[in-house]
């Protein structure tokens, strides 16, 4: 049976991206395996001093990491500074807002509950299936290396999720797809509940900053819940997608 999928420019960019993430995850994965022990005193010690460095310059492959890793998430707090951001996250801007005409407001307040309680859900089975992590690590059973590599892991799965499978989509949110997704901003946080049992400034200056990320993102969806439904927003229905990234997992609905 033949697909068709429709390569648009967000469609392709996505995929691009989604190359890229996986050769960041073989350059980490390789990182770890042949330092693993210099990759733990990383993460333990000073952002800029390590007794024992296998690379000639001050600047190792883990500053690189943090830095793209900032400046992914300073994108998403402040996205009035690119000009190419998907649907998804384009539909909490009030420029980008186009109201129905009309539209219920008491069914608005129905999906917003429904949402929230769903969201929480998945909130709920992230902490307690990390927790698990933390407790191996506290336990000493995992080390600050094996926490970074559970993290680039989810870094490379953020990006299946949106292209290929989304289990939380799917088990749920029930969200049609990633442009409707309630969730969709939580990315980084649940990319880096990891780093938060890592007590050092490459760790918890990631953590946190993904948690204003996911603050960001709720307040304006407690402020405008008009913005992120399709009932009450134009731009979220299908029609009007331009991003058509669910064109190779499709839309569940």
């Given at each position: 049976?033949?697909?068709n999928i429709e390569m648009t420019s967000m469609l392709r960019r996505y995929l691009v991206k989604f190359i890229a993430r996986v050769i960041i995850f073989v350059m980490i994965l390789i990182l770890y395996v ?94 307690s299936c990390n927790a698990v992590f933390g407790a191996l690590y506290l336990a000493g059973v995992l080390k600050e290396a094996d926490l970074l590599m559970l993290t680039v892991f989810y870094f490379l799965c ?96």
């Open positions: 049976m033949k697909i042949r330092y693993r022990e210099w990759t733990t005193e990383f993460l333990k010690h000073s952002f800029w001093t390590v007794e024992v460095s296998p690379f000639r310059f001050p600047i190792t492959p883990l500053h690189v990491l943090w830095f793209l890793f900032m400046l992914i998430m300073l994108r998403h707090i402040f996205p009035g500074f690119s000009s190419k951001l998907t649907m998804a996250l384009r539909k909490s801007k009030k420029e980008e807002y186009v109201p129905v005409p009309g539209y219920d407001e008491k069914e608005l307040l129905k999906y917003v509950q429904k949402q929230n309680i769903r969201a929480w859900q998945v909130m709920l089975i992230w902490l953020d990006y299946i999720c949106i292209l290929f499978f989304c289990p939380f989509q799917t088990g749920v949110m029930k969200n049609k797809c990633c442009v409707n997704c309630r969730i969709y901003d939580w990315g980084h946080f649940m990319m880096f509940t990891p780093m938060l049992f890592i007590k050092s400034f490459f760790s918890w200056s990631l953590f946190f900053t993904s948690l204003v990320v996911l603050i960001h993102w709720e307040i304006l969806y407690a402020k405008y819940p008009e913005r992120f439904w399709e009932g009450s927003n134009q731009v979220l229905r299908c029609s009007q997608c331009k991003d058509k990234t669910c064109g190779i997992k499709k839309s569940i609905l």
